[in-house]
């Protein structure tokens, strides 16, 4: 369970770049890959935890689910996989990873 | 009415702070000419043991260090230090896994330009430290046999975070029928075309072509 160091330095990150912007921020929005490594329900509570004294108390945390999308060296195209790291159309091994180990803020919401 | 939230970008990743120790680390290795290796795993697969073994075989021609992580004591270490290896013990307190500002702290009283190799062992833990980068040059998975052939379908992110998976506790395979080609097949399942080694810290097999490959990666490194 490292979610609560992630959301520790989630909450670090937005209130830095909240400092900037005048009113509240009502919501985070972020985006998780699947490959990231965190689990987005532990993320979830360990969220109103790390947020506990902090700008954002109260604010919602908004996960966007980033699926793996690998390159099929084959079809030369990109796949999106589940548990197997080989094209969904031809089923060669695909070890080139395009996206899914995403963990980024994305946007502050900000009541106007 | 009701008026939308005002969205403000910011497109940052979330663990910057500590990729952005991890990069000065990395660089401070380059420009130290060390090479630092990081040892991930479940717990009780072979970490300590092997880099015990790897720490007493490198050290007649090479100058080496380790850092270990724990989330108490320091049994590690002192196992480590037998080697005769200068070694360090991060004690976590409650923390899963290992972060670049802890090993940025731990060698703070060291001179890594006296170094040939530093070696990191994390905490272990097949899933935390995935997220985390340590500045290191090379990461080593490790499944012991023990363990069965499935570890990497049940944790590809760890699988796909290292560079290199490595077969430990090998005398033991026969024993607990260890099915290697199983094993082969489902690391690549989720990474495909990964290094993998064997070894066993025990009886020394596969320990040659562990050491020759390290001084290889090394070397690689420095062209």
Known sequence: ?112 | MMQEPRLVEVRKNILKQNDMIARELRDEFRRSKVFVVSLVSSPGSGKTSLLEKILTLLRPKCRVAALVGDLATENDAQRLARSGAPVKQITTGTLCHLEAGMVRNALQSWDITELDFLFIENVGNLVCPSSYDLGENLRLVLSSVTEGEDKPLKYPTIFNSADVAVLTKMDLADAVDFDESTALANIHAVRPGMQVLRVSAKTGVGMKEFIDFLGLRRQALEK
């Open chain 1, 1 to 112: 369970m490292h979610e609560l160091s992630i959301a520790t330095s989630l909450v670090d990150l937005a209130c830095e770049d909240a400092k900037c912007v005048q009113g509240r921020v009502i919501a985070l929005q972020i985006r998780v890959g699947r490959l990231s490594g965190v689990s987005k329900d532990a993320l979830l509570s360990c969220y109103e935890v790390a947020t506990r004294d902090t700008p954002l108390e109260g604010s919602r945390l908004i996960i966007e689910d980033v699926p793996v999308v690998v390159y099929c060296p084959q079809c030369r195209k990109e796949c999106a996989i589940g548990s197997r790291f080989c094209c969904s159309v031809c089923n060669a091994p695909a070890p080139e990873i395009l996206c899914g180990k995403e963990l980024e803020l994305v946007a502050l919401e900000i009541e106007s």
